[in-house]
């Protein structure tokens, strides 16, 4: 930090409790200055050497005693306005003696808004205080890049004196001009904390990034990061991407609970509405200049405090709505996913079919709905249902995620009927379950009978297809996973979803270990199918075995479509000879 010393006497200043300070001298003081509840003990003469303003004040309060026959030692003056208070007071009074008087960026604002205030100019004496604040503001403060910063902040407390005096102006256009300047010509200290590259336990040497001032800037009150950014554009020379990176920057510090899955406890709610509607309206127009979780955050806040912009950062988020991730709207509730899809779908070309784009918000929705059905309070079916079926149509590689979301809600919601599970088990396509998904839902007694007798013959099928080495044809369901697999490995999972894959390893362990059994003890009769495929006789036999569940399956092997869960009765006399 860059300092100024002034003066060279030693400091007689002593203080009397909180309220009183003096000047130790031998000769008696003959003035009182009184600055809020402080009294100064001074003496008349350095004061009006230096002050214009003291002397009038002097001259006139001297006139006005002898008028009134007031005979006092000493005349008191108050003044009750005048910038920084007491201690920039202070600071022009020692001043005035000749004391030795340190300023830096935290007091020198104030010293200068003071020594204004007071009068202290090259007409009343030459290297008064104002110009040598002066020359210490222009030739070091606002050459440097942190002091600047800090200046500026102090300037906010001083204003309306700061803005009179062009101070805050100054401070941003340094502040503006060095964001500006060209990367490779930075070479003042600055605050960087993201990750750098460390090759052989060194730190290689580091070009400049573009965003190395975006943390500095986080300290500013909002109302001047506000004034610091539109500075900095005006510029011209920041490009939009950086300017969202300082704006994410900035409400990552500054937002309770911005960078956390969870809510927080916000008391001021008024003041976290205006930073965070301040935050929203200096996003650039540039559709990229910000991430898409930097927008899905953002808007969580805006919700939760209630912020005028958020509509329009609603449309934003919709339109960027397949670039979001599944973290950052865990805490939207569904009507809110409803609304985004919506805003996605009319935001696309008609024309176009954005497969790889719906095929994204179909995989969010599916991790959603399978965390959302963790609390059955606030995910009835209804509405489960009615999020899931908005993109039941979206392309998927696979329908693992699907399934997991629906085997996750019927856990957690064990009262629905039969008729309900039958609804939102035809979310899901048999035909499009991973190896490890169809192990999984042969043993799970939450789904339908008919959905599991679905998965049995989809599986069938495919193991019949590695089995042959090609393909089916004819009216035979098409393969969906390729012919190649015949072991269990990571390639049988590489259409899978990390996650749902996780979800369902730890409750296949005990099912794998008991088919090996089943493998070893019974090779003759419980054939194992090639490829990762199940032991269809023995789950059979399984199904077979309960009366309840039995009728249950008889009563619906007519199911009219091979690649999804229908309830309709009525079904055609081939496709029951083909179950």
Known sequence: MKFMKLGSKPDSFQSEGDNVRYVSSELATDVIVIIGDVKFYLHKFPLLSKSARLQKLITTTSSSNEENQIHHHEDEIEIADIPGGHASFEICAKFCYGMTVTLNAYNVVAARCAAEFLEMYETVEKGNLVYKIEVFLNS?????????????????????FSEELKLTRRCLDSIASRASIDTSNVEWSYTYSKKKNIDNGLRKPQAVPRDWWVEDLCDLHIDLYKRAIATIESRGNVSADVIGEALHAYASRRIPGFSKSSSVQITDFAKYKTLTDSIIELIPDEKRSVSSSFLTKLLRASIFLGCDEATGLKNRVGE????????????????????????????????????????????????????????????????????????????????D??????????????????SEKKRICRLMDCRKLSVEACAHAVQNERLPMRVVVQVL????????????????TGNSTPEIIPASRSTNTEEDTECWDTEDIKALRSELANLRLAKNQQQENNNNKGKLMKGGGLGVSRVFSKLWSGKERSGEMMSSSGTSSPGSVNDDSKSSSSTSKKH
């Open 140 to 160: 070091s403060i606002l050459q440097s890049w942190k002091d600047s910063i800090i200046v500026l902040q102090t300037t906010r407390a001083l204003s309306p």
């Open 401 to 418: 995620g699907v399934y997991r979301a629906i085997d996750m809600f019927l856990k957690e919601h064990p009262e629905i009927n039969k």
């Open 457 to 472: 013959f989809f599986e069938q099928v495919r193991a019949n297809n590695n089995n042959n080495g090609s393909s089916s």
């Open 320 to 399: 960027r709505f397949d670039e979001a991730n599944l973290g950052d709207v865990l805490l939207y509730d569904v009507e809110l996913m409803q609304s985004l899809v919506e805003v996605f779908l009319k935001s696309r070309d008609p024309k176009e079919d954005d497969v790889t784009a719906k095929a994204a918000i179909a995989k969010l929705v599916d991790g959603y709905l399978a965390e959302k059905s963790r609390d059955s309070d606030n995910l009835p079916l209804q509405k489960f249902l009615s999020l899931a079926e908005m993109v039941s149509n979206f392309p998927r590689q696979s329908h």
